[in-house]
């Protein structure tokens, strides 16, 4: 099994900043994909952003110069530093992990709520 548990959300103002960290452990298999998603009510969730074991990133365009990932392969760890926060940034922060082996497998953390006032 694998699990997934995120940690960093809260409550800033709008032009703030924010550190969320994401910590897998379990059975984890190399190389693979670590991204955030996020979703707010109604709405369906939606890449924010991701990163490989190679470090390749991928951003949502509404993050892009705003928002960065990075990742720590020893300690299974991804992070996504938000900068220049938005009210629109308001959403429940996903973590996922995700490879490919015999297969395609994907796990969620249970999401860290970011709330973002104006």
């Known amino acids: 099994q694998v699990q997934l548990v995120e940690s960093g959300g809260g409550l800033v103002q709008a032009g703030g900043s924010l550190r969320l960290s994401c910590v897998a452990s379990?059975?984890?298999?190399?190389?693979?994909?670590m991204g955030w998603f996020r979703q707010t009510p109604g709405k369906q969730r939606e890449l924010v952003a991701s990163i490989s074991s190679a470090l390749t990133t991928n951003y949502a365009d509404s993050v892009k110069g705003r928002f960065t990932i990075s990742r720590d392969n020893a300690k299974n760890t991804v992070y996504l530093q938000m900068n220049s926060l938005k009210p629109e940034d308001t959403a429940v922060y996903y973590c996922k992990t995700s490879w490919y082996r015999l297969g395609t497998h994907e796990y969620w953390g249970r999401g860290t709520q970011v709330t973002v006032s104006t």
């Open positions: 379990g059975s984890i298999s190399i190389p693979n994909t």
